[in-house]
């Protein structure tokens, strides 16, 4: 189903967010929370980029900044590379969700809604299934991606949240894409 309003797809995200959280905290990273995280990933499979519209058109409206969520494929690994999201190398499962978030960020990129936005890519390990631990520090780059001296780049569930806010209570970009890891 599409989400005719932003009141629908507000309770639909609080929704899913309850229930990714309850999943990850009372079962853990075993192999059914893993296989039910990937059942509602594909619940959401192809209305993100409505669903970002939506919100940044919103945010539009009310005039007020939009900062999307995106992921790590849509940052390049140099400055003029392709994307890690143009290349082959994507995890299958992962492929569908990272190319629909990058054509988010083309939307976006092209000005398809009139709004001040910041599309925001964690590291590229980052989440449920890397949650780090906080080092209360963080780097910011933009469209190329952050790797530390072993070719690693991660950030931490805490000191990723922290960035955002930093970005959103104090912003140092506009119309543009931000990246933070370690």
Do not use: C
């Amino acid at each position: 189903d599409d989400f005719a309003t932003l009141e629908q797809y507000n309770d639909y995200l609080e929704e899913y967010e309850a229930i990714t959280f309850s999943l990850i905290n009372s079962i853990g990273n075993d192999l059914a929370t893993r296989n039910l995280l990937t059942e509602l990933r594909d619940t959401v499979a192809g209305k993100l980029r409505d669903a970002y519209r939506s919100l940044a058109q919103a945010a539009a409206t009310n005039g007020a900044r939009f900062v999307g969520i995106g992921g790590f494929s849509s940052l390049r690994p140099a400055e003029g590379a392709p994307r890690f999201v143009e290349g082959d190398d994507l995890p299958p499962e992962f492929a569908a969700e990272a190319r629909e978030m990058n054509d988010i960020l083309t939307e976006l990129a092209t000005g398809s809604v009139d709004v001040d936005w910041l599309f925001v890519s964690p590291a590229a390990e980052f989440g449920s299934h890397a949650p780090g631990e906080a080092l209360g520090r963080y780097r910011v780059s933009g469209e190329v991606a952050l790797f530390d001296q072993d070719g690693k780049s991660a950030i931490s569930g805490a000191d990723f949240a922290r960035a955002v806010l930093d970005e959103i209570e104090t912003p140092t970009r506009h119309r543009a894409q931000i990246h933070f890891a370690y």
